[in-house]
């Protein structure tokens, strides 16, 4: 199982949409869809009763006058008993749709589908922001972050040896330029940064979370590893406060010391 959650998320990230699309619209729409319809069929039940309710209290005294006024009021009186008439026929079919769904909503539900697997394949462009805030390319790679975090959290990768990063050997010259510690400061939106085994999000372990604005140290250690969208992206190696020593995603640190401007630059 765990091999085989490995393989999944290391493929095309299409297929990967496809297949969590389809078992969320199986497990939501077909197993808990037609009961949540069930249950909102409560709506336009109380909204007949309302209108019911709301009917008889101007229908009993036009009734009552029509009958000793004479036909002066004979028109209204037909008049509202033939749109009370039509509006409780139309409340009447919206609830038994709701009360008893059919087949009809297996179709509005893969024609939802259809229209989520194209928004989610077109491409989006890194160097525009606000393209990636609509992009269901980007908004699908967020949410399987969120999906893979919590699978790596319980352990639900497979360790493959032949697939881990060798980073013993990357960046050698790099490493050696930097010969003192720098002070880097967290700059992640919301979650909390992950210190991590081996720098790559495949087939490794967390080690500790460190908070927002928190400081960590960098000692000239890089490497270059899988990110959360399987692109290859740098890594350093970090100590954090509590002591641990592991690898962090270079693109949520940045180094505290302004007179630093050309780590600023190169980490910006």
Not at 229 to 251: K, N, Q, S
Request: proline share 4%.
């Amino acid at each position: 199982m765990k091999l085989f959650i490995s393989n999944f998320f290391s493929g095309d990230v299409r297929i990967r949409a496809a297949v969590l699309l389809a078992l969320f619209l199986i497990v939501f729409w077909w197993g808990l869809g037609k009961l949540i319809i069930r249950l909102a069929s409560v709506i336009p039940y109380l909204l007949r009763a309302v209108f019911k309710g709301g009917y008889l209290l101007v229908e009993v005294p036009v009734c009552w006058i029509h009958e000793r006024a004479g036909s002066f009021f004979h028109g209204i009186d037909n008049g509202m008993a033939d749109r009370g008439s039509k509006i409780d026929a139309f409340l009447g079919r919206w609830y038994r749709c709701w009360r008893n769904p059919e087949k009809r909503h297996i179709v509005i539900s893969l024609i939802i589908y259809c229209l989520l697997i194209v928004w989610i394949c077109i491409p989006y462009n890194l160097d525009k922001p606000d393209v990636k805030a609509v992009s269901g390319q980007a908004v699908y790679l967020k949410l399987e972050s969120k999906l893979t975090g919590w699978l790596e959290k319980h352990g639900l990768y497979a360790e493959r040896m032949a697939e881990t990063v060798v980073y013993e050997e990357a960046e050698p010259a790099e490493a050696e330029d930097i010969t003192e510690s720098v002070l880097m400061e967290v700059i992640t939106k919301n979650d909390p940064l992950s210190v991590r085994n081996i720098p790559s999000m495949k087939n490794c372990e967390i080690l500790e979370s460190v908070e927002r604005e928190s400081t960590v140290v960098w000692k000239g250690e890089i490497a270059f590893g899988d990110g959360s969208d399987g692109d290859v992206e740098p890594w350093i190696r970090v100590e954090t406060p509590g002591g641990t020593i592991g690898w962090a995603r270079l693109i949520y640190l940045c180094p505290v010391n302004e007179g630093d401007l050309e780590l600023q630059l190169l980490f910006r």
